[in-house]
């Protein structure tokens, strides 16, 4: 069974700062996905990793994934406060479209 | 960009009624979806798989009669919350994919029964 591990959970940060979120996952995956939601809103798409080594990059977040450790990171530099919000990894399995999720991580960041 | 609409975005029903929610792919043909819930403060769970023109494939512990999904057009799925309950209550997601990699979902229904 497919399971999909977030760390941390929680993170609340100052404006300004750097951070790394984990995300580990336990079978072999097509593909990695990285959402950003916002309280009573649906999915917004940030990323989606293909291939090992993959890097992307937007704006002050950037994503990359191992495929060998099972592990993609998001990066979050110089943090501001409008990136408070639930950061959720999901990966596909088999070539299929389902996903299965990580239990999000909910970003504070303080002024 | 391609577009998956859902709606509605919000209801409230008392307990018993049925409720109906719709997604759909506004400019791209679909002819799988998935429908994911999502309770406050959780993960999202997927419940189950939309085919078009064949029956729906749910996932383990999901009532199929509770839960009816209906993907008549390669365009259009709906999920019917029937005699619904308290406890269905919940924050309810559909996905519609274009490409392979090309993964849309919707703006979520908000489901509240008294």
């Known amino acids: 069974e497919l399971k999909v591990e977030q760390n941390p959970l929680f993170l609340s940060m100052q404006e300004g700062k750097n951070y790394t979120i984990y995300c580990n996952y336990s079978?072999?995956?097509?593909?990695l996905y990285w959402y950003r939601q916002d309280p009573g809103k649906s999915l917004e798409s940030l990323f989606v990793?293909?291939?090992?080594?993959a890097v992307k990059q937007e704006g002050r977040l950037m994503a990359s994934l191992d495929t060998k450790a099972r592990l993609s990171t998001l990066h979050i530099t110089a943090a501001v406060h409008d990136l408070s919000a639930t950061y959720f990894c999901?990966?596909?399995?088999?070539?299929?479209?389902?996903?299965?999720f990580g239990k999000g991580m909910k970003l504070t960041v303080n002024p | 960009g391609a577009v998956v609409s859902q709606h509605p975005s919000r209801v409230i029903c008392k307990s018993g009624t049925s409720v109906k929610i719709e997604c759909r792919s506004l400019?791209?043909?679909?002819?799988?979806m998935f429908w994911y819930r999502q309770f406050p403060k959780q993960s999202l769970m997927l419940m189950a798989t939309?085919?078009?023109?064949?029956?729906?494939?749910?996932e383990q512990g999901v009532e199929k009669d509770k839960f009816l999904i209906n993907h008549a057009s390669l365009t259009l799925s709906t999920l019917t919350v029937t005699s619904a309950h308290p406890e269905d209550s919940s924050f309810y997601i559909c996905?519609?994919?274009?490409?392979?990699?090309?993964?849309?979902f919707g703006s979520g229904t908000q489901l509240s029964v008294l």
């Open positions: 990793l293909l291939s090992n080594g």
């Open positions: 999901a990966v596909t399995q088999g070539g299929s479209e389902k996903l299965v």
């Open positions: 939309s085919n078009e023109g064949s029956k729906a494939t749910y």
């Open positions: 400019d791209f043909q679909a002819t799988t």
């Open positions: 079978t072999t995956s097509d593909r």
């Open positions: 996905s519609a994919s274009e490409l392979p990699e090309k993964l849309f």
